[in-house]
């Protein structure tokens, strides 16, 4: 009985250390397509994500630049939207990142990918945004299936 005890206590504290990462491509769209994209800074970002997401961008060969919307280039092709979620345990950790890319022309969403993990995970910023951004090139388009 002593040992069923300490057993389910240390799966739940092995648990409770796990990440979630999710990536999902619309119907008929491909991350890989575009080509050009601009990463919407924002106001209450203290972290630089948005930087983060351009360094990620460009080091896999595509074009990206940050700013608000109203400094956005003609040539853009998708927009970059984010939310960070952070939590203070002696430092800060994140604890949630949310991107979506929109089209610029069609202004439908094309991608979004997520992460979520507790305080206690010290994952750096840029080691989720790499790999959010590689999900989501990775991740292939959902086909809705129409039942008869």
Same mark, same amino acid.
Request: one cysteine or more; charged letters at 20%.
């Given at each position: 009985?002593?040992?069923?005890?300490?057993?389910?206590?240390?799966?739940?504290l092995?648990?409770? #250390?796990?990440?979630?990462?999710?990536?999902?491509?619309m119907?008929?769209?491909?991350?890989?397509?575009?080509?050009?994209?601009? *990463?919407?800074?924002n106001?209450?970002?203290?972290?630089?994500?948005?930087?983060? !997401?351009?360094?990620?961008?460009?080091?896999r #060969?595509?074009?990206?630049?940050?700013?608000?919307?109203?400094?956005?280039?003609?040539?853009?092709?998708?927009?970059?939207?984010?939310?960070?979620?952070?939590?203070?345990?002696?430092?800060?950790?994140?604890?949630?990142?949310?991107?979506? *890319?929109?089209?610029?022309?069609?202004?439908?969403?094309?991608?979004?990918?997520?992460? *979520? #993990?507790?305080?206690?995970?010290?994952?750096?910023?840029?080691?989720v945004?790499?790999? !959010?951004?590689?999900?989501?090139?990775?991740?292939?388009?959902k086909?809705?299936?129409?039942? !008869?």
């Amino acid at each position: 009985m002593k040992m069923r005890v300490i057993f389910l206590t240390m799966l739940s504290l092995a648990l409770t #250390g796990c990440a979630s990462y999710t990536a999902n491509v619309m119907p008929g769209s491909q991350f890989s397509a575009y080509r050009r994209f601009w *990463v919407k800074s924002n106001l209450d970002d203290n972290h630089a994500i948005d930087r983060l !997401l351009v360094q990620t961008l460009k080091a896999r #060969g595509y074009e990206a630049e940050h700013g608000p919307l109203t400094m956005m280039p003609r040539e853009v092709q998708a927009i970059v939207n984010y939310r960070d979620r952070w939590a203070w345990d002696f430092k800060n950790h994140m604890t949630g990142l949310e991107i979506t *890319v929109q089209d610029v022309r069609s202004e439908g969403q094309v991608a979004a990918a997520s992460f *979520v #993990g507790p305080a206690s995970l010290t994952l750096s910023p840029l080691e989720v945004v790499e790999r !959010l951004v590689r999900d989501l090139e990775k991740a292939a388009p959902k086909v809705l299936e129409v039942p !008869l």
